[in-house]
């Protein structure tokens, strides 16, 4: 009984804590802006919600202007629901602040007994500065990070326990992030290779990695009867170069501004994890 009281004041004080800060956060007057691609898969969703379709313009051809398929429907069911689109987005970013702690802390306390070493990684992810800034940019960026923290987290619970319910719940969590960024098949294929190397039960990651597979091309195939395309179009305006290069700029430019201090945050976690 105790036990079970220590772990409910663990989860709400990871869940609590951040939302509290994100909230803090959002009422200061100079972190009160949105990026202005946000608008862009504001303006689909507007026209979605409006029965109009996924198309820029009223009245035009369905187009892929956008990269994030479930944000932009999420938020178009927030529209029909009365939610403002900014609203709704950041709605989606704290419950994408949650997935990250909660899965955080699941997959901690497979390795930690102490109650620090499993509270400490959630909190170091979730208070960090460049989290609460992305929360509230009105992208997609933390509702995605969230659902693939949260399909890590329970590839992992399979490993360790073999449940067949947490690689379920694991390929539908991994398919919803792919419908967020379609770069996320890159992560649920390699997980799932992971999962084939390490599982006891072989035959189940292979029948529900084949059904993910299924899904997937309904989903493509849908795609292309609809807007005439599988990618988003800025795929085809932005990667010119076959070896994708110019992405590597944004790598540099990231590690430069942002992997330090998650650097410094991590170790700093670990190591007080460790003591």
Request: glycine share 6%; hydrophobic share 60%.
């Amino acid at each position: 009984m105790r036990q079970s009281l220590h772990t409910w004041l663990e989860l709400f004080l990871i869940v609590a804590l951040p939302l509290a800060m994100l909230l803090w956060w959002h009422t200061a007057p100079e972190n009160g802006y949105i990026y202005d691609d946000a608008y862009i898969s504001y303006r689909y969703a507007v026209n979605l919600a409006n029965g109009h379709g996924l198309v820029w313009n009223v009245g035009d051809v369905p187009t892929q202007g956008y990269t994030n398929f479930l944000f932009v429907v999420l938020i178009a069911l927030g529209l029909k629901l009365g939610i403002q689109a900014v609203h709704m987005a950041h709605m989606l970013n704290a419950l994408g602040l949650v997935l990250i702690g909660l899965a955080l802390y699941s997959m901690a306390s497979l390795y930690f007994a102490r109650p620090y070493g499993r509270i400490l990684p959630s909190l170091a992810a979730t208070l960090l500065p460049l989290s609460l800034i992305n929360a509230l940019t009105g992208m997609e960026t933390i509702f995605w990070t969230g659902l693939l923290f949260a399909a890590i987290a329970l590839a992992m619970r399979y490993i360790a326990t073999s449940g067949r319910p947490w690689l379920i719940a694991y390929a539908v969590v991994a398919f919803l992030a792919c419908l967020t960024r379609p770069e996320s098949v890159l992560f649920a294929m390699l997980w799932f290779v992971t999962l084939l190397a390490l599982s006891r039960a072989r035959r189940d990651v292979l029948l529900t990695a084949l059904v993910f597979g299924v899904a997937g091309a309904l989903y493509l195939l849908w795609l292309q009867s609809y807007f005439g395309a599988i990618l988003p179009n800025s795929f085809y305006v932005k990667v010119t170069n076959p070896f994708i290069l110019p992405g590597w700029f944004y790598i540099v430019e990231f590690s430069e501004q942002a992997v330090s201090p998650i650097a410094f945050w991590l170790i700093f976690t670990i190591g007080l994890a460790l003591l």
